[in-house]
């Protein structure tokens, strides 16, 4: 018998976001930026939303794209990157995301040790300036 009345009801028919992810925030074991990014994705697709969802990676959480054996050495583990799925699942999803040059280059990084279908952009705060500038909301988890 107990529901939940909503007094204000949100309908959005077009949104763009950009998540800016440089820091680590954890529920558990699950990254809370990428998680967010899933859930808003399967909400725009359920609700008809038009828009992009772009995740910018950069700073303390610069390390999530890498592939597997570039994450091994960078995190001295044997495992792979533990995000790989979730990032792979986001593209499929047709969530945007991007590596930070800047981050890369102070890590002596390059495209070949990214996950398939980053993309690498100049700079994270510049690129987070500019999307804001094109009307993006910047989300910040």
């Known amino acids: 018998d107990r529901m939940i009345h909503v007094d204000i009801p949100v309908v959005l028919k077009n949104a763009n976001v950009v998540f800016n992810t440089d820091h680590l925030a954890f529920a558990g074991d699950l990254p809370v930026g990428i998680n967010y990014m899933h859930l808003l994705a399967n909400r725009f697709k359920e609700l008809g939303t038009k828009g992009q969802i772009i995740g910018v990676f950069h700073g303390d959480a610069a390390y999530m794209t890498l ?6 050495t960078y995190r ?21 995301i991007e590596e930070c040059a ?17 993309k690498v952009n100049t700079g994270a705060v510049g690129r987070l300036i500019q999307l804001t500038q094109e009307g993006y909301v910047q989300l910040q988890p």
């Open 67 to 72: 592939n597997d054996k570039t994450y091994n």
């Open 76 to 96: 001295k583990v044997n495992t792979g990157n533990p995000y790989k799925d979730l990032i792979v699942q986001l593209i499929k999803q047709g969530v945007q």
């Open 102 to 118: 800047v981050s890369m280059k102070s890590h002596g990084w390059v495209n070949e040790d990214l996950l398939p279908g980053v």
